[in-house]
């Protein structure tokens, strides 16, 4: 393994990636794995960063024990620094999955601490007076607090985190004395700014490896975890013929889909199969197969497979689980049509289709390049047989403005 080396774990495939461009654009080799199997696999030599998701944001109190085993896995591979990657608007099982990173984290280092802090300025997440807010609005009362699967229901930090306690943005001198004389072991600063990121990150780099660092992409633009490298330069990629894969029911992106299709996309062929039946598998899947068929050999448009979990009727099992099934047939079909017809490129929005459809796909590690708009990792399948340079770029839910898809698909 080389001297240094970091593993970024996050909850989500899509989070897993949009935090490790920030290491790819500060010129270190990051890989993205898709999966825990995929990690276990990893030869540490190959790269500088690895981000890995446990697709466990939706699990509740199951996500201590998979993040802990995560992190787990990577002291035995040697790992001496990870970064836990959370949703910047605190969606999901956050809570867990800190204390199972810190369960850990403590074998390796008895006084481990975690230093927290979501804020993406970029995108408007902000900590201010111990509350977490998306563009001046508590984070309760935006998307985030609406989500189906995972609302956020208080934008007080202490609701959402009960074990921890809140300081501000200090100097870098008063936080490091302030987080070695407090007992609690999860600490959150709050953050307006680049400038109050980057002097989080200073503070982090001061009390070591000991520290796990847990926040969003935000936060880890600003870590200097590793030696410097050469930052990574951006060329003009043509993407050609793209399928699209939509399978997160954030409306940000619902939005984003419908204003490219209404412009830029307008010749695009749209496969918009009712989510009821893709719940009735068994006797839809073969007629769906059908059509998708047809369409993708009636042009060489691009190309949108999509379908909104929400919009079902009689939900006889709870909104999580018609999600997860919803994204892995919505998977199977992209492969369908990926087994049909010659793609070059392959956008996905949504972690839970992305991993699916990777999986389906054979595709197990990914090397991420850089971002094409923020939020929007470029990467290339480094494995996978036939899709070996396949050119990926993944997308969560909640990012972006209305006019995202068109800005990606003029690169």
């Not at 899509?14 to 654009?25: L, Y």
């Not at 080799?29 to 199997?37: I, M, P």
Request: net charge neutral.
């Amino acid at each position: 393994m080389k001297k240094e080396n970091l593993l970024v774990i996050a909850d989500d495939l899509t989070g897993a990636n949009d935090t490790g461009v920030m290491f790819s654009e500060a010129g270190f080799e990051t890989k993205l794995e898709v999966n825990l199997t995929s990690l276990d696999m990893v030869d540490f030599l190959n790269a500088d960063v690895f981000s890995v998701s446990t697709n466990s944001r939706a699990l509740g109190v199951n996500a201590e024990k998979i993040t802990e085993n995560a992190v787990l896995s990577g002291i035995k591979k040697g790992i001496k620094q990870i970064y836990l990657k959370i949703d910047s608007t605190m969606r999901g099982s956050v809570q867990h999955q800190i204390k199972g990173a810190l369960t850990a984290w403590t074998t390796r280092y008895p006084n481990a601490k975690a230093i927290i802090c979501p804020a993406y300025p970029d995108m408007g997440r902000v900590i201010k007076k111990g509350c977490l807010y998306v563009n001046d609005i508590p984070v309760n009362r935006t998307a985030s607090g609406k989500d189906a699967i995972c609302p956020v229901t208080s934008p007080l930090i202490t609701d959402l985190l009960p074990e921890a306690i809140v300081l501000p943005c200090l100097s870098v001198e008063e936080l490091v004395e302030k987080i070695y004389t407090v007992e609690e072991k999860q600490i959150v600063i709050e953050a307006e700014s680049h400038s109050d990121l980057s002097r989080i990150a200073m503070v982090i780099h001061q009390l070591g490896n000991k520290i796990i660092p847990v926040g969003s992409a935000g936060l880890a633009e600003k870590l200097k975890l590793l030696p410097k490298h050469k930052k990574q330069l951006k060329h003009k990629v043509k993407l050609n013929r793209t399928l699209i894969v939509v399978t997160s029911i954030h409306e940000t992106s619902q939005n984003q889909v419908e204003q490219y299709i209404s412009t830029l996309g307008g010749k695009a062929i749209v496969f918009n199969p009712s989510p009821s039946q893709l719940i009735n598998r068994r006797m839809s899947e073969s007629a769906l197969k059908q059509q998708l068929k047809a369409l993708i050999h009636s042009s060489t448009e691009n190309v949108i497979i999509r379908a909104n979990p929400t919009k079902i009727i009689n939900q006889g099992n709870n909104l999580h689980d018609i999600t997860q099934k919803i994204a892995d047939y919505l998977a199977d079909l992209g492969q369908y049509a990926l087994d049909n017809q010659k793609f070059d490129s392959l956008i996905l929005f949504g972690g839970d289709g992305a991993a699916a459809l990777l999986g389906k796909l054979g595709i197990t590690e990914m090397r991420i390049l850089y971002a094409i708009v923020p939020g929007v990792p470029f990467c290339i399948v480094d494995d996978g047989a036939s899709y070996s340079g396949m050119k990926v770029m993944t997308k969560s839910g909640g990012f972006g403005d209305p006019n995202l898809l068109n800005e990606m698909m003029k690169m």
